[in-house]
């Protein structure tokens, strides 16, 4: 327990701040409000990977590491589609994944936000289509925003859930 | 000693001993039983359509001696119905390759299970996408049909079905248990949902941008499949790299398995209910990857090794931060494990679950990082050094407890390991250039790289076409060896382990699905 502890008062806070949006960043106060009026609560989260290579849901992960610290900015991810107004995609759309993404899509309530993640997601990146892939996400299902790179960094991934969140809350205020 | 025919062999390009056998029929049963015999491991099968060159398909597996590879080829006669004889009995793990050979180019064996393994109807049961004269940009709609599980039946038996899409961040699979009460009786494990047709992609693709895709079929050993798939290619070409560049592949491979090693360890804390491991380790996680994009320019080394060489060359101030991390990971990671060691929560969850005993191991082909913590004395690093392994004297880990334990203690094991050779790859930095010149290779030569990734050995083989363009590329992952071992380590643990057992093996779904 002492050294739990010891290494605790050893670590401190790590935390950094979070990164820049288009237009006027938000503060964490900003951002948490526009969350509370589009989607009522603390911004919930589901990840499908539709047929990655797994390099995206490596940097995924890492938004939960204490440098990006991605609940303490009040988004959570969360087990059922059902629970979640927001759906990130990773990979390109596999043939064998296609239907289960779908349905992934269809239990979202709305109202409902569409990330895809990586260059796989946004245009089909390697894989392209093929007997085997119906590439971007966009081909399947809807998307609001998209973010490159492969993988994208963490905070790319942040910085696009972000920008979808904040030009949401920019049209509905206006 | 081996039987008469397979005196026969030839040897053939590799980054370490390796030699090429050509059988018929019944050889290609016999080699298999020679293997078995002399202990050989199971590395891979797969096959190619040929009927264009000599009216042939074929079918390779390649083995694990103790001192060499062997690949074994068996053409077979482009009949109606294209046949081979199972291994499956005598390697377990061929069964999958051999349904998934079956989806992809429609030549067959004797086994009995014939459900499709990587065709989930997603495209039409007489369409081979692996054979030359189908066009695999072509689209098909889903036609799906039900899978049958093997259906476990008594009193209060019941199923769960879990997956494709499961509550994480991870990738997509199903599993079906059969369950009396919280016990697991059956765990029937089905794959294929991240399939992109890989193998049809690299036929694309010239010699010289096949690494891309190779990184990109498990991404999580990028490095590891990057640097198989050059080195097919530069043993096909007669290619040396510089000393230089060798020695950043291995810093780059290390620096892989450390970063894949203590996200695991902090995740199996997590999932153990411990989430100050999951803070911590991910927080060293992410100190290494940073220190990735100042020393090899992307914090995860996707386009790094490319054919000849590495795309970035260390500067001195770079190989100096390197050290400095070093330094201060291992105390911190030491520490880790002595709190890990001490907290009786997570060692009542860690010890017993999942436990994969050594005989089955044995009997199943285990293999890599998984082999290793049931008593299974593999590691290519080891066994088989290429450059520049053949120089550091890679220390062995092991344990042979096979369960959470015993997997959480090789990665601790093999951090402090893999620690001390990234120490002594950047004592003295030889000057050398980082990229050698890699000319196109003759047509229709066949090669193969062998590489210890964090999860195993991971193969790449590579036959070449002309004019520099890839006329076929196979490229394995271990995932596909190890995954069917869940199926039996689960068995008498309780639902609610399955998430710590299933992360304490932490295999590729993208890696075995292709
Ligand atoms: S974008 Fe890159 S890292 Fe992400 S799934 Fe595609 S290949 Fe993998």
């Known amino acids: ?174 | 000693m081996l039987p008469d025919f397979m005196e026969q062999r030839t040897a053939l390009p590799a980054n370490m001993p390796s030699s090429h056998l050509r059988v018929d029929g019944q050889q290609w049963l016999w080699a298999a039983e020679a293997m078995r015999q002399f202990c050989a491991r199971f590395l891979s099968l797969w096959g190619a359509d040929d009927r264009d060159r000599d009216g042939c398909f074929r079918i390779y597996a390649a083995y694990l001696l103790p001192e060499s590879v062997l690949v074994v080829e068996h053409s077979i006669a482009a009949a109606a119905a294209p046949f081979y004889p199972s291994i499956a009995t005598l390697f377990p793990a061929a069964l999958r390759m051999e349904r998934a050979v079956h989806d992809l180019l429609g030549i067959s064996t004797d086994e009995a299970d014939h459900r499709g393994w990587l065709r989930h109807g997603g495209w039409p049961e007489t369409l081979f996408p692996l054979r030359r004269d189908v066009d695999g940009s072509q689209q098909y709609p889903i036609v799906s049909a039900p899978y049958p599980c093997v259906a476990v039946e008594g009193d209060g038996v019941h199923e769960i079905a879990v997956g494709p899409v499961h509550a994480g961040t991870i990738e997509p699979g199903h599993f079906r248990f059969s369950v009396v009460g919280e016990k697991v009786l059956r765990l029937e494990e089905r794959f294929g949902y991240t399939h992109k047709g890989v193998a049809k992609l690299f036929e694309n693709l010239s010699q010289q941008e096949g690494h891309r895709l190779a990184a990109r079929v498990s991404g999580d050993s990028a490095v590891a499949f990057s640097w198989a798939y050059c080195a097919a290619l530069e043993a096909i070409t007669g290619t040396t790299c510089s000393s230089r560049a060798i020695l950043l592949r291995a810093l780059a491979l290390e620096h892989e398995r450390l970063a894949n090693h203590l996200g695991d360890l902090g995740a199996l804390g997590n999932d153990a209910g411990f989430a100050f491991g999951l803070t911590h380790f991910s927080r060293f996680k992410e100190d290494l990857l940073r220190a990735n994009t100042v020393a090899f320019g992307a914090r995860y080394l996707f386009d790094y090794v490319v054919s000849g060489g590495v795309a970035v060359d260390l500067t001195e101030q770079s190989r100096r931060l390197l050290l400095d991390q070093y330094d201060a990971l291992e105390p911190a990671v030491a520490n880790m494990r002595s709190i890990y060691d001490e907290h009786a929560g997570l060692q009542d969850r860690f010890r017993e679950a999942g436990r994969l005993e050594h005989s089955t191991a044995e009997r199943l082909g285990a293999i890599g990082l998984v082999g290793r913590a049931s008593g299974i004395a593999c590691d290519l690093r080891v066994d088989h050094p290429w450059a520049p392994y053949d120089r550091l004297d890679p220390q062995r880990i092991m344990q042979t407890g096979g369960d959470v334990a015993a997997r959480v203690q090789v990665r601790f094991d093999e951090i402090i390991e893999s620690l001390r050779l990234c120490r002594a790859l950047l004592a003295e930095p030889p000057m050398d250039g980082i990229r050698t010149f890699v000319s196109p290779a003759e047509a229709n030569q066949l090669g193969i790289g062998l590489i210890e990734g964090w999860r195993g050995p991971v193969m790449v083989a590579l036959e070449t076409g002309p004019d520099g363009t890839i006329r076929r590329c196979h490229a394995h992952d271990p995932s596909w060896q190890n995954w069917p071992l869940i199926e039996y380590a689960i068995l008498g643990n309780i639902v609610p382990d399955f998430p710590l057992i299933n992360k304490s093996f932490n295999l590729s779904y993208s890696g075995q699905d292709g």
């Open chain 1, 1 to 174: 327990m002492y050294n739990t502890i010891s290494r605790m008062m050893r670590t401190g806070l790590l935390t950094e701040p979070l990164p820049a949006v288009e237009e006027a960043a938000p503060t964490l106060e900003t951002l948490q409000q526009g969350l509370l009026r589009i989607v009522g609560r603390a911004l919930c989260i589901r990840h499908v990977d539709a047929g990655s290579c797994n390099g995206c849901e490596l940097e995924i992960q890492a938004l939960n590491n204490p440098y990006y610290n991605l609940e303490g900015a009040g988004v959570k991810f969360v087990a059922s589609p059902r629970h979640a107004d927001l759906l990130l995609v990773t990979g390109p759309v596999s043939v064998n994944m296609e239907e289960a993404l779908k349905r992934t899509y269809d239990a979202i309530p709305d109202p409902k936000f569409v990330v895809a993640v990586g260059d796989c997601g946004a245009c089909g990146g390697v894989f392209g289509t093929s007997y085997a892939s119906r590439g971007r996400v966009a081909n399947v299902i809807p998307v609001n925003y998209t973010v490159a790179g492969c993988p994208p960094s963490p905070t790319a991934i942040l910085r696009g859930i972000l920008q979808t969140v904040h030009s949401t809350s920019s049209t509905t205020s206006k």
